[in-house]
Structure formats: C-alpha cells, structure tokens
C-alpha cells in the first residue's frame, strides 16, 4: 500500500531462538526507523538508519541487533529474546519533519 | 524532555457525527512539526495531517482539521462527518527541525457507531 512492507508478518518464538524481521521499501527514502509498539504504551523508537550508517541506538538491550545493507532493506536480528519484547514492531521511512511512511508491522510472540 | 500527551484513550462518534481528539505537547523549541497519524485495526500507520509550528493557520485536509494553539501547546484533531472507515488509533506526533525522530503520544482509540 505505501511501498514499504515487512516480513514475516506474525512470528512466534521461543526465548532460546534466532530470528530476523525485515523490512523492504520502494520509495527511495535515505532514512528507516524501527519502532517497537506495546500494547497501551506510545510507540517506541529503537533505531534510526541514514544513508545506511546507524545514527541512533536508543538505550536497545543488545538481543536486538539492527542492519541495513543498502537503502532498500532494513533488519532486525533477534535473539534470547524476553516474553516482555513481545510487541508489534514496525519499520518506517522518511524524514520525520515531512511524512513517515510505515511497514505493516511484524507482530512477534516471545514464549 | 520532549513529550506529547493524549488524555484520552477512547471515543465514540456517531456516525456522520463530529469528534475532536486531544494533544498537548511539551517542548522548549520554536520550530516543529506535529501530526497525526491514523492506525487502523490491522493495516498500516499512515498520516492524517501535518502542521509546521511557525504556520498560525490550522491545517486542513478534507474532512481533517487541527485546532493548533501555540501558547497552549495544543493541537486538537477534529473529525467532521466520521466515517465508519475512520475508526482506528489515532496517534499524536512531534518533531523538531532538524530531528530525526517522531516523539509519538500513546494514541486514542475512536470507534464510530452506525
């Protein structure tokens, strides 16, 4: 719908596995985010990319490890997660001060 | 610190009805941006409306307007005619000129009845 979309959509894990998100735009913006969103809490901004350089780490514990390898894609590398890091975490791009364009979110499960 | 504050968690509107959904926002800067962007249940965020701080005008985009009161750091959003379609999170937003972050509100949930 806005050329931006994420894959998988629905991911359950347990805390011991390795698991990656991904996201892939086609609107050829320099700038991608990962926010987390939790249920009755305001979206959270976990990492911000320009021109593929990771330019903010917002206090994110280390099990989530972030990558960009060119500016079409954007990942998110999981691993020993928490039941408390299940959440919907989405992936957006664009400069804030104009339009942000979002994924459709992963919906991830920690057991 | 920078936040934004939405008081209310839900609203209903009838439909063809309007509603007006808060934000308060706190921020020492001059030059911002705020917004509102639109959650449906199951699809994608997407933006409803943009306003630039140093613009008095209220922006508008179709049956979207803000009320945008700088001194008061308010910046309501009302639904004129709400449409079954409109019924999602809503979500308050801010950020500064050269920010590279949106500073988001914890969001409204409106339903719209028929």
């Known amino acids: 719908e806005t050329g931006v979309t994420q894959t998988p959509r629905h991911l359950v894990m347990g805390m011991t596995n390795k698991k990656s998100l991904k996201c892939e735009q086609h609107?050829?913006?320099?700038?991608m985010y990962w926010y987390k969103q939790s249920a009755k809490k305001p979206l959270e901004l976990m990492f911000v990319y320009n021109f593929k350089e990771q330019t903010e780490n917002n206090s994110v514990p280390s099990r989530f490890s972030p990558e960009c390898p060119n500016s079409s894609h954007l990942f998110l590398h999981l691993h020993t997660l928490q039941p408390e890091d299940s959440a919907l975490y989405l992936c957006?791009?664009?400069?804030?001060?104009?339009?942000?364009?979002f994924g459709p979110g992963t919906r991830l499960l920690v057991l | 610190a920078q936040t934004v504050t939405q008081s209310q968690p839900e609203m209903s509107v009838q439909e063809a009805e309007t509603v007006t959904l808060s934000c308060t926002y706190d921020t020492s800067e001059s030059d911002y941006y705020l917004f509102w962007y639109k959650q449906p249940p199951s699809r994608q965020m997407i933006l409803v409306i943009r306003q630039e701080a140093y613009k008095q005008q209220n922006a508008t985009e179709n049956r979207f307007s803000v009320n945008f009161q700088k001194a008061a750091k308010s910046f309501s959003l009302k639904i004129s005619d709400s449409q079954l379609g409109d019924a999602a999170m809503y979500f308050c937003?801010?950020?500064?000129?050269?920010?590279?972050?949106?500073?988001f509100g914890a969001g409204t949930i409106l339903r719209v009845k028929s």
């Open positions: 957006a791009v664009g400069r804030p001060k104009e339009t942000q364009y």
């Open positions: 937003a801010y950020t500064i000129e050269y920010g590279n972050k949106l500073v």
């Open positions: 609107l050829g913006h320099n700038a």
